[in-house]
């Protein structure tokens, strides 16, 4: 549990869909399937990387990526991945979509 690479999870899935007629997209550590990716990019964010979603402007957690979007939205009309802060659900590792990538690998 959280190591997986959030930049491989969209091209792993891809090589177990290959051949098949309807898209489904599995996660490759538990049994969850899903017609739609991002449900998956959501599961394995909250189940396996625990990971916790920290508006810049206000320090408000949220427990995923879309109501955070709309949290600041709501507070500012500028491009909403500025203010997004990652919080690592291993070691508390907090940092912007970047840094965060770079602390996962």
Known sequence: EGTLELKNIK????????????????????SFRSKRFNNLKTHVERTHLRLRFYCKLCD??????????????????????KFIILECGVCLYRGTGDEFVNHVE
């Open 60 to 81: 408000v957690q949220f427990k995923d990526r879309g109501t955070l979007k709309s949290h600041i939205k709501s507070k500012t009309d500028e491009d909403s991945s």
């Open 11 to 30: 091209k792993e899935n891809e090589e177990i869909n290959m051949g098949t007629e309807e898209t489904k997209h599995g996660c490759k550590v538990c």
